[in-house]
Protein backbone atom coordinates (compact mmCIF):
# COMPACT_ATOMS: atom_id res chain seq x y z
CA UNK A 1 0.00 0.00 0.00
CA UNK A 2 1.35 3.79 -1.10
CA UNK A 3 0.40 6.86 0.60
CA UNK A 4 0.79 10.11 -0.94
CA UNK A 5 0.08 13.14 0.73
CA UNK A 6 0.16 15.98 -1.22
CA UNK A 7 0.20 19.74 0.30
CA UNK A 8 1.01 23.22 -1.20
CA UNK A 9 -1.66 24.17 -2.10
CA UNK A 10 -3.52 27.79 -1.77
CA UNK A 11 -5.15 30.85 -2.65
CA UNK A 12 -2.59 32.92 -5.79
CA UNK A 13 -2.95 35.88 -7.81
CA UNK A 14 -2.96 35.47 -11.67
CA UNK A 15 0.77 35.48 -12.48
CA UNK A 16 1.78 34.63 -9.21
CA UNK A 17 3.76 30.80 -7.98
CA UNK A 18 2.79 28.11 -6.29
CA UNK A 19 5.17 24.50 -5.16
CA UNK A 20 3.05 21.74 -4.71
CA UNK A 21 4.38 18.61 -2.90
CA UNK A 22 3.88 14.76 -3.13
CA UNK A 23 5.45 12.50 -0.25
CA UNK A 24 5.27 9.32 -0.91
CA UNK A 25 5.12 6.69 2.52
CA UNK A 26 7.38 3.79 0.94
CA UNK A 27 11.26 3.90 0.11
CA UNK A 28 10.78 1.98 -3.51
CA UNK A 29 9.14 5.36 -4.38
CA UNK A 30 12.60 6.30 -5.99
CA UNK A 31 11.00 3.07 -8.58
CA UNK A 32 8.78 4.77 -9.59
CA UNK A 33 7.30 6.94 -12.30
CA UNK A 34 5.53 10.06 -10.64
CA UNK A 35 2.98 11.99 -12.32
CA UNK A 36 0.70 15.60 -11.33
CA UNK A 37 -3.22 15.88 -12.67
CA UNK A 38 -5.67 18.22 -11.86
CA UNK A 39 -9.36 18.45 -12.31
CA UNK A 40 -11.62 21.52 -12.44
CA UNK A 41 -15.16 21.38 -11.60
CA UNK A 42 -17.32 20.24 -14.30
CA UNK A 43 -13.93 18.77 -15.93
CA UNK A 44 -12.29 15.51 -16.64
CA UNK A 45 -9.28 14.55 -14.85
CA UNK A 46 -6.32 16.02 -17.19
CA UNK A 47 -2.71 15.28 -17.20
CA UNK A 48 0.00 18.18 -15.97
CA UNK A 49 3.13 16.80 -15.85
CA UNK A 50 5.21 13.38 -15.18
CA UNK A 51 9.07 12.19 -14.51
CA UNK A 52 10.65 8.84 -14.43
CA UNK A 53 12.03 7.22 -11.59
CA UNK A 54 15.55 8.46 -12.24
CA UNK A 55 14.38 12.10 -12.80
CA UNK A 56 16.19 12.58 -15.97
CA UNK A 57 12.66 11.91 -18.38
CA UNK A 58 9.88 15.04 -17.53
CA UNK A 59 6.75 15.43 -20.22
CA UNK A 60 4.49 18.29 -19.82
CA UNK A 61 0.81 19.11 -21.09
CA UNK A 62 1.58 22.22 -23.39
CA UNK A 63 -1.11 24.00 -21.27
CA UNK A 64 1.73 24.20 -18.93
CA UNK A 65 5.06 23.77 -20.81
CA UNK A 66 7.23 26.63 -19.64
CA UNK A 67 5.50 27.55 -17.06
CA UNK A 68 5.87 24.55 -14.27
CA UNK A 69 8.41 22.29 -13.78
CA UNK A 70 8.26 18.58 -12.24
CA UNK A 71 11.23 17.54 -10.20
CA UNK A 72 11.75 14.34 -7.25
CA UNK A 73 13.93 14.02 -4.51
CA UNK A 74 14.05 10.44 -3.91
CA UNK A 75 16.14 10.74 -0.29
CA UNK A 76 12.81 12.53 0.89
CA UNK A 77 9.93 10.18 -0.85
CA UNK A 78 9.16 13.28 -2.73
CA UNK A 79 7.85 14.39 -5.88
CA UNK A 80 6.97 18.41 -6.65
CA UNK A 81 5.38 20.44 -8.66
CA UNK A 82 6.80 24.59 -9.35
CA UNK A 83 3.97 26.39 -11.11
CA UNK A 84 5.22 29.75 -12.14
CA UNK A 85 2.78 32.56 -13.98
CA UNK A 86 -0.24 31.00 -13.16
CA UNK A 87 -3.35 31.52 -15.05
CA UNK A 88 -7.13 31.14 -13.43
CA UNK A 89 -7.39 28.60 -15.76
CA UNK A 90 -5.10 26.88 -13.99
CA UNK A 91 -7.71 26.51 -10.75
CA UNK A 92 -8.29 22.85 -10.01
CA UNK A 93 -8.02 19.99 -7.54
CA UNK A 94 -4.37 18.28 -8.30
CA UNK A 95 -3.21 15.22 -7.31
CA UNK A 96 -0.29 13.02 -7.63
CA UNK A 97 0.16 10.20 -8.68
CA UNK A 98 2.60 6.91 -8.29
CA UNK A 99 3.22 4.00 -11.17
CA UNK A 100 4.23 1.17 -9.19
CA UNK A 101 5.68 -0.79 -12.36
CA UNK A 102 9.05 -0.55 -10.92
CA UNK A 103 12.02 1.06 -13.08
CA UNK A 104 9.20 1.31 -15.63
CA UNK A 105 8.84 4.21 -18.43
CA UNK A 106 7.02 7.46 -17.57
CA UNK A 107 3.32 7.24 -18.11
CA UNK A 108 0.84 10.23 -19.22
CA UNK A 109 -2.73 7.92 -18.83
CA UNK A 110 -4.13 8.60 -15.70
CA UNK A 111 -5.57 5.23 -15.63
CA UNK A 112 -1.84 3.44 -15.84
CA UNK A 113 -1.25 4.98 -12.38
CA UNK A 114 -1.77 2.88 -9.09
CA UNK A 115 -1.95 5.12 -6.28
CA UNK A 116 -3.15 8.53 -5.63
CA UNK A 117 -3.46 11.35 -3.14
CA UNK A 118 -6.21 13.14 -2.24
CA UNK A 119 -5.54 16.35 -3.82
CA UNK A 120 -4.69 19.49 -2.94
CA UNK A 121 -6.85 22.86 -4.29
CA UNK A 122 -5.61 25.40 -6.42
CA UNK A 123 -7.06 28.72 -7.24
CA UNK A 124 -6.00 31.53 -8.90
CA UNK A 125 -8.10 34.73 -9.34
CA UNK A 126 -8.16 36.95 -12.02
Request: charged letters at 20%.
Amino acid sequence: QVQLIESGGGLVQAGGSLRLSCAASVRAFRSYAMGWFRQAPGKEREFVAAISWSGSSTYYADSVKGRFTISRDNAKNTVYLQMNSLEPEDTAVYYCGADTLRWGPVKTEGDEYDYWGQGTQVTVSS
